[in-house]
């Protein structure tokens, strides 16, 4: 039976995993999270899931799957990471509130024998116009300095700036789960026959 390690902090990821009805252990490391100047978009995301997998790989048992996984968002061709701070994150959700932008959440699974799945997905999140007051409230309240473009769609910021989803809700909070259930699938995790 294989063991499926998520290496990551977020809440988010493993409440979806949670309810995939799959079992996980929690492996976290410190890794670098920058990534070269010409990649764009979805790229990134790939690059710097299979870039935290590669942290792992020399540990990894032949009966693990390490699942990793980074989300960016875009505007236009600028890349919102993780805000420093609450005034960083009041000037990304300013820069986003009343336009379209792009999420994208790179995957990697890589196995103890060595094999290794790198894919992506990507949302296109539609924001209707947000006061500075609101964006402020958001920021005070719900601190999203842990997400990247400073917003969690779950959160209240969700509920009021969110007027159209093109893609996969789930992406947006940070981990495609169709997608990564269809690939653990093909290495012996999940349901069969359902």
């Given amino acids: 039976m294989k063991k499926l390690i998520l290496a ?8 979806l995993l949670t309810d995939l009805g799959l079992r996980y252990d929690v492996r976290l490391r410190e890794v ?39 989300t960016i968002v875009c505007l236009d061709e600028q890349v919102l990471n993780k805000p420093a701070d609450e005034a960083e994150a009041v000037g990304m959700l300013s820069q986003l509130q009343g336009r379209a932008h792009d999420v994208y959440t790179g995957v990697c699974l890589l196995t103890g024998d060595g094999r290794e799945v790198v894919f992506s997905d ?33 959160d209240w910021i969700g509920l009021v700036a969110v007027t ?29 026959g359902a």
């Fill in 164 to 192: 159209r989803l093109e893609g996969s809700y789930f992406n947006v909070m940070g981990l495609p789960v169709h997608r990564v259930y269809e690939e653990l699938e093909k290495l012996g995790f999940g349901v069969s």
């Fill in 32 to 70: 670098d999270e920058s990534f070269p100047a010409h990649l764009r978009r979805a790229d990134i995301a790939e690059y710097l899931a299979a870039h935290k997998a590669s942290a792992y790989r020399a540990d990894l048992q032949p009966d693990e799957v390490l699942l990793t996984a980074d």
């Fill in 8 to 15: 990551s902090n977020s809440p988010r990821r493993r409440q």
């Fill in 122 to 154: 990507h949302t296109r999140v539609h924001f209707r116009p947000l006061s500075e007051a609101q964006i402020r409230y958001y920021v005070q309240h719900y601190r999203p300095l842990d997400k990247a473009g400073a917003y969690g769609a779950q």
